[in-house]
């Protein structure tokens, strides 16, 4: 039987910010875009029923670097000034 140590080393996968950049402009963009859908999928209720979860930044670096997030830039509105 695994316990949840071993799973984790065994699961543990580093993304390189080359790989980061490959599916966005540069590394920047890419860390901002996986921070954004990490704090989109907190929103969500977790299963309480798994007893090991990978992290949101994990996961959402994953997603990013398999090409699995569409995303747009916006323009920052300039704030009037008073």
Do not use: H
């Amino acid at each position: 039987m695994m316990n949840c140590t071993n799973r984790k080393a065994e699961q543990m996968r580093i993304v390189t910010p080359a790989e980061v950049a490959g599916q966005t402009q540069n590394k920047y963009l890419g860390v901002l875009v996986a921070a954004k859908f990490a704090r989109y999928v907190n929103d969500f209720p977790r299963d309480r029923s798994v007893d090991w979860e990978e992290k949101l930044t994990t996961r959402a670096f994953d997603e990013l670097v398999r090409g699995g997030l569409k995303y747009r830039l916006v323009r920052r509105r300039r704030q009037q000034e008073a």
